[in-house]
């Protein structure tokens, strides 16, 4: 094994650019793939960080179709009641049920007008959200008052000027005075949006009796899923149809898990194109390399050589290859998924991440020795067949 | 002493197929080389030198007829069992040297050793005997490019003698040499052949065809004579 592996080493290192080159296939190929899986994987980790801060036992209930983050629900729904909300608190394992509702409001800040979206909730409601915000500058509004909670980005990049704790901003033209501002999430959508007094919101549109959808807290993480159930056909038999998603946070996680692998197998399948040119790369390389080599290869069978023997050496300088550009490529992968991180951290969010793990890397190893001696299997097979009398024929 | 054979042609054909075009190159030679003997084969090109060297030398299958190597009938063995059979009998000397570039003489030497499973320690050790048996001492780590025409002829003979063969095949190996070089490798191998050796050489050389102890003349693929040397 040593003497194939020196001889291999010799031979690649005499063409040393060719040899650099055919590494570069695998190499790019390699750091592709690495690049792209880390950003779907990065996207769990994050993911199911946040997830976990929630815990185990809060359930959302939300209409059909409404993305976690969209605006506002679907045109057409139809919204929950406080009379939905009333049933919802008395289902049992139920601790509590806060509501929440969604509008998009037209908001002025220094003569300035934007949509945003905006959030009525009660004050008692911290207890799911500061699970997922916190105050960074100010406090909480009161129901009472007049006041709003800005996310960050809302505060900062939404209007041309910063808005700070203590200015007064024009909602459907009445005047609130922004009581908080939110840290930063990472998140954009979440980051934009601006939180009020359920009551005013309600005032505001004229939405009385309206809910957009309900946080629940459980007694247990262990009767969450009972709990779900239950409300949800509570809430199917009351609206006459079921036309809401009542998800519980450990189903979030999973359904995230599930949307995150097909994310990361996409990412990498596409990505393995590549990997599929450097595997050519090195055939065309390999078959250069035996044609060059066929006089050699002559010498080497009438001097003893069996067939099986110049197969093992061509096989093992292809799986040479493969392994190395591998290695150096996860090294080259590894330095792109940091940069697409920073890049990422930049443009999207503070929290956009990429992830390798070591699973990654060892299927990256594996990976490509197997490219290097699928393409090396037809030089190397070509090379044991050469006819020895005709090989030392060669010129 | 009864002298013991070596090599036994029978009534041996060789037709290689080209294209879709036949072309016979030996028509039934009969030859028996013995153990210990020199002998050299002549001929004009096309006249089936080289062939009768592949044959012997169990890189090539007759068409029709039977080669015998050291007892062992070889006309129809498998590859694998070919390969077997030069590793073991065979040393192979060309006129190309044919060394390869990239390893120096020791290591040359050494190739066929390890194609045969021999330990690194015992190859290295052996291959250094002969490199010195054949006056290289001095050129173990050079590179086969380092090396004038006849030290690398040198090289290939401690080569062929590595798994020290029953038989050494030089193909116009003073081919590619000056006069003066072309003369130590024939003094080399008379040497190996007076240590006991075989040695079959195939040469355009009168002078150096006569020093064998017998002289195979062949024309178109046919033994057209047989001179016995001094």
């Given amino acids: ?395 | 002493m009864m002298p013991m054979e070596i090599v036994r042609l029978e009534n041996v054909s060789k037709i290689y197929t080209m294209d879709k075009v036949q072309v016979p190159v030996l028509h039934g030679i009969s030859l028996e080389i013995y153990k210990g003997e020199f002998v050299s084969v002549m001929g004009p090109s096309g006249s089936g030198k080289s062939t009768i060297m592949n044959l012997i030398g169990c890189l090539d299958r007759p068409t029709r007829g039977e080669v015998y190597l050291d007892g062992k009938n070889v006309s129809k063995l498998s590859e694998d069992k070919l390969a077997e059979m030069r590793r073991k009998k065979i040393g192979f000397v060309f006129q190309q040297f044919n060394l390869i570039p990239r390893l120096n003489a020791l290591e040359n030497v050494e190739l066929p050793m390890w194609f045969a499973g021999v330990v690194k320690a015992k190859r290295t050790s052996r291959a250094g005997e002969l490199l010195r048996a054949v006056g290289l001492e001095h050129r173990l780590k050079h590179k086969p490019t380092e090396l004038s025409g006849g030290e690398r002829q040198r090289v290939a003979i401690a080569r062929a003698l590595a798994n020290n063969p029953e038989i050494i095949l030089a193909d116009e190996p003073t081919g590619n040499l000056d006069m003066k070089s072309g003369e130590e490798i024939i003094n080399l191998l008379q040497k190996l052949n007076a240590e006991g050796r075989t040695v079959l050489i195939v040469t355009h050389e009168l002078e150096y065809a006569r020093r064998a102890q017998r002289m195979i003349k062949l024309r178109d693929g046919l033994i057209e004579g047989i001179e016995v040397g001094k």
């Fill in chain 1, 1 to 395: 094994m040593r003497e194939y592996l020196i001889y291999s080493v010799r031979s690649l290192s005499q063409q040393k650019t060719r040899t650099f080159l055919t590494l570069l296939g695998m190499i790019v190929g390699i750091a592709v793939i690495i690049a792209m899986v880390s950003i779907g994987e990065g996207m769990r980790v994050s993911i199911n960080k946040e997830i976990g801060k929630m815990g185990g036992d809060v359930i959302f209930i939300f209409p059909s179709g409404f993305g976690a983050h969209a605006f506002g629900p679907p045109a057409g729904t139809v919204p929950f009641t406080d009379s939905q909300l009333q049933d919802v608190r008395y289902t049992p394992g139920v601790k509590a049920a806060y509501p929440v509702l969604l509008k998009a409001a037209v908001v002025e800040y220094k003569s300035e007008k934007q949509t945003v979206s905006i959030r009525g909730v009660e004050s008692e409601a911290s207890a799911v959200f500061s699970k997922m915000y916190s105050i960074k500058e100010g406090r909480l509004f009161r129901d009472y008052e007049d006041g709003v909670v800005l996310g960050y980005r809302a505060a900062k990049d939404v209007f041309s000027r910063e808005i700070r704790v203590g200015d007064s901003v024009k909602i459907e033209g009445r005047s609130f005075s922004v009581v908080g501002i939110f840290e930063e999430s990472g998140n954009n959508p979440r980051d934009t949006i601006m939180f009020m007094p359920l009551q005013k919101v309600r005032t505001l549109f004229s939405a009385y009796d309206e809910i957009t959808g309900m946080f629940v807290l459980c007694d247990s993480g262990n009767i969450v899923e009972q709990a779900a159930k239950k409300i949800e056909d509570n809430l199917e038999k009351m609206r006459g149809g079921k036309d809401f998603d009542v998800i519980t946070s450990r189903q979030m996680a999973e359904q995230v898990a599930k949307i995150t692998t097909i994310v990361s197998f996409v990412l990498g399948g596409i990505a393995s194109v590549s990997i599929l040119v450097g595997g050519v790369i090195i055939m065309n390389t390999m078959l250069m390399s035996v044609m060059e080599r066929t006089r050699e290869i002559g010498v080497m069978k009438a001097t003893g050589a069996t067939n099986s023997l110049i197969l093992g050496m061509f096989l093992i300088e292809a799986a040479l290859v493969g392994i190395t550009g591998g290695t150096i490529g996860i090294l080259l992968g590894a330095v792109i998924s940091k940069i697409i991180e920073y890049a990422g951290r930049l443009y999207i969010g503070g929290n956009f991440t990429t992830v390798i793990t070591q699973q990654m890397m060892l299927g990256a190893i594996f990976f490509s020795l197997f490219i290097g001696c699928v393409s090396g299997a037809y030089p190397a097979y070509r090379a044991s067949k050469l006819d020895p009398v005709e090989a030392l024929r060669y010129e």
